[in-house]
């Protein structure tokens, strides 16, 4: 069946059935597990109609009490007699108010098409989370049901979604559609060119452009899905290539570079599609994600319908636990300048879908999306140039926020959505990544801060100083500060610095034990498991507060500087610390302790060094102040260049190596 062009969002189902994404897709009258006969609260909420099978509130599976599946491909789902179920979740009910906000429309027109006995039921929300029945209509036979819903009270949140009840038979879903009301077509009739950058995970990359080339409703609005390889191992030569490149034949182009970072990688692509002129837009993707490809249609379409040039982003779940919600609306902390969420963080959607959570009814605008999923308009691109070269953290925030200087919005759009590899077990604040963690803050805040000076960041770069050095990484504290000095250079070397700064950066933990990580544990000595109180009665202790932490501060940076650690700290550490143990002001009352990392791969040896301590205490006071001191010239500096380093001319020499 043909898909209307006034089709905004097909109603979906999870690729293959994926039973963990289900409440993604879907939400059920009653939440319950399968009865273990144990507990006669788990029959009575078996007998209450749908179930969802699982275990602690986490569904596996759709059923019916005969256990038979209720779905029927992507589109379609039977409904067992007397039974219900909602849409009211993050793929299938429609994300109203930002199509009020931001597009040209006036409404939205529901089409329900089923075959049997029931009612088809419509509700809306608004900010508040306040949810009211719309309109209903008694089906029997092969029904196709029409909604007109103006956006008349979205202003500042809300959604629309249609739940399903079955009669005295089976009522089947065949298929329903949001569409655009008559008359009221895309401002612009645009398609989209995926650009991929991709270093060493081909057989993540290969699963992603198969799924993509896959879904023939999404090509329909994709010219070309372009890769840019930066690995040693090129994808070209995975297994899985095969497949990808028999879906997409043509439309599939490879193209290998030295590995220049996600920003040298993005502004390949976005250089390759401008010249090309057969793309209105470019979706940037991550190369370990999955993605419902209905997303890729959603974010081209709403970027058709924005009344002017837009940046449609998509949010970000965990590829490992399908219905956490990483990502939902991000935006800049000014006064640290520092990146964060305006909404809860790893919000499962298992456990709370749409109708039980109030916040994610309203309507939040945002500073940036991520970069694992982001459309960009290419008049927008000519307009402002690529990417700042910046090698792997803070490019797709300083896009953002250089757009909207230009007078060009962001919006991360509810229904748009990848699975992305978590970072919930990493962190990159303590590896070679924490030079361009600060380096790239630094450069983003130089361009973008509105507070004089950069407002309070050099004293949140002062006080990260600290803390690493209370914790004897020595090696992180090294980063940094040579992160600031290399802004001082200016932003003419940005170029150059993305070909060779990563194993300069890496060679600077040659002089520090903690920068090796240690990953055979039979190498590793043993420790009994200390008491920690605060653990098993899950409060943990946040440190020491007020006038404690004065005294505390005194003391510690006292022991740091002065006294001498024991005579075979380098030999045997005292303690091995879990990750989530080692807070700053535990680990500093050690002088020599092992550090599990985040991931639980490896563990890490800090051994107090008071030299170390005393000469970079020091120079973090005086980097920072001059950081301060200075704010005005560098500034002016970086802002003035900003069109230069980030123009197609000057990328386009960067990346055939012509940087000198």
């Not at 802004?487 to 070909?499: C, R, S, T």
Request: hydrophobic residues 40%; aromatic residues 10%; contains cysteine.
């Amino acid at each position: 069946m043909s898909i209307d062009p006034l089709v905004l969002q097909r109603v979906i189902f999870p690729e293959h059935g994926d039973p963990q994404a289900l409440p993604l897709y879907l939400d059920a009258e009653t939440w319950s597990w399968s009865y273990s006969g144990d507990n006669d609260d788990d029959l009575l909420a078996k007998a209450r109609g749908l179930f969802i099978e699982g275990h602690d509130r986490r569904p596996s599976r759709v059923t019916s009490r005969n256990g038979l599946s209720w779905l029927s491909g992507r589109r379609g789902l039977r409904l067992p007699a007397s039974e219900t179920v909602s849409f009211a979740a993050y793929f299938n009910a429609f994300p109203a108010s930002y199509w009020n906000a931001w597009t040209s429309l006036t409404g939205t027109r529901l089409r329900v098409q089923t075959e049997g006995p029931g009612r088809v039921v419509v509700f809306r929300s608004n900010a508040r989370g306040v949810i009211q029945r719309v309109d209903g209509i008694e089906v029997a036979g092969t029904t196709t049901s029409e909604f007109v819903l103006p956006f008349n009270s979205f202003l500042d949140g809300g959604w629309l979604w249609f739940d399903l009840i079955a009669g005295d038979e089976q009522l089947s879903l065949v298929q329903a559609d949001w569409l655009a009301l008559d008359g009221e077509g895309p401002v612009t009739d645009g398609s989209a060119t995926v650009s991929i950058t991709t270093l060493n995970r081909g057989a993540y990359c290969t699963k992603l452009i198969a799924e993509i080339g896959g879904d023939d409703d999404a090509m329909r609005y994709i010219d070309r899905v372009l890769v840019v390889d930066q690995g040693s191992e090129r994808i070209v030569e995975n297994e899985g290539f095969a497949l990808a490149s028999e879906r997409l034949g043509d439309r599939l182009t490879v193209i290998e570079q030295a590995n220049v970072g996600g920003s040298g990688g993005f502004s390949r692509g976005m250089l390759e599609t401008s010249e090309a002129g057969e793309s209105d837009y470019i979706i940037l993707l991550d190369d370990d994600v999955e993605i419902e490809p209905e997303s890729l249609r959603r974010a081209v379409l709403f970027a058709n319908h924005c009344t002017k040039p837009t940046i449609v982003g998509g949010h970000m779940f965990d590829m490992y636990d399908k219905s956490k919600l990483h990502a939902f609306a991000e935006g800049i902390h000014w006064g640290p300048f520092m990146w964060g969420p305006f909404t809860p963080s790893r919000h499962d959607l298992a456990e709370s879908n749409l109708r039980q959570t109030n916040w994610l009814h309203r309507r939040f605008d945002v500073d940036y999306n991520g970069w694992w999923m982001s459309l960009i308009p290419i008049s927008i691109v000519e307009e402002i140039g690529l990417s700042l070269p910046v090698f792997i953290k803070w490019d797709d925030a300083e896009y953002a926020l250089r757009a909207r200087a230009n007078g060009h919005s962001t919006v991360s759009l509810p229904g748009a959505a990848v699975w992305h590899v978590s970072w919930v077990d990493k962190d990159d604040s303590h590896d070679w990544q924490a030079f361009f963690h600060a380096r790239n803050r630094l450069v983003a805040a130089l361009l973008h801060s509105p507070m004089a000076k950069g407002g309070k960041l050099w004293r949140a770069n002062l006080a990260i100083d600290i803390k690493n050095l209370f914790t004897m990484d020595y090696y992180t504290v090294a980063m940094r500060h040579a992160a600031i000095r290399n802004v001082f250079e200016g932003p003419a070397q940005l170029h150059a610095d993305m070909l060779d700064r990563l194993p300069r950066v890496r060679a600077l933990g040659a002089g520090f034990p903690e920068s090796k990580l240690l990953r055979d544990t039979a190498e590793m000595p043993k420790f009994a498991a200390r008491d920690v109180p605060e653990i098993a009665t899950g409060r943990p202790n946040p440190g020491p507060r007020g006038i404690r932490f004065v005294s505390w501060l005194a003391k510690t940076v006292w022991r740091h500087t002065t006294r001498r650690p024991r005579p075979d700290a380098a030999l045997h550490p005292e303690a091995h610390l879990p990750y989530q143990d080692a807070r700053w002001f535990e680990v500093s009352k050690y002088d020599s302790v092992l550090i599990s990392n985040a991931e639980g791969s490896g563990a890490t040896w800090h051994i107090r060094n008071p030299r170390h301590f005393r000469k970079m205490a020091l120079d973090a006071v005086r980097l920072n102040l001059r950081t301060r001191r200075e704010w005005d010239a560098l500034s002016k500096q970086y802002r003035e260049q900003l069109p230069a380093i980030t123009s197609a001319e000057t990328w386009s020499r960067s990346l055939r190596g012509d940087v000198g």
